[in-house]
Nanobody, 121 residues
Framework: QMQLVESGGGLVQPGGSLRLSCAAS????????MSWFRQAPGKERERVSC????????YYVNSLKGRFTISRDNDKNTVYLQMNSLKPEDTAVYYC??????????????WGKGTLVTVSS
């Protein structure tokens, strides 16, 4: 059974850092592009980052470039989102997802349940 489980969320002060993890089971994560999405209260879900299969390329929403970094550890079958210089507007539930293709974009077929990130003093 294919499954994605996020972890690493929590409460952090503005300017702080968090690293989110997304552990995959039931499939080999490196074969597929993996995306991180977020949904803030009262807002639509948005894709924040994506890493293609074999880690060939990474993509970020423009507003987050330089602060967020996506990566994967194939030995752990896990994808990460390192978030630095966090701002209150980064507060959201963060989800990982895959469309089971090697490229970013398109519809997502599998989603994790999300992990809450709260940036507040």
């Amino acid at each position: 059974q294919m499954q994605l489980v996020e972890s690493g969320g929590g409460l952090v002060q503005p300017g702080g850092s968090l690293r989110l993890s997304c552990a995959a089971s039931g499939f080999i994560l490196d074969y597929y592009a993996m995306s991180w999405f977020r949904q803030a209260p009262g807002k639509e879900r948005e894709r924040v980052s994506c890493i293609t299969s074999r880690s060939a390329s990474t993509y970020y929403v423009n507003s987050l470039k330089g602060r967020f970094t996506i990566s994967r550890d194939n030995d752990k079958n896990t994808v990460y989102l390192q978030m630095n210089s966090l701002k209150p507007e980064d507060t959201a539930v963060y989800y990982c997802a895959t469309g089971l293709t090697g490229v970013c974009g398109g519809d997502m077929d599998y989603w994790g349940k999300g992990t809450l990130v709260t940036v507040s003093s």
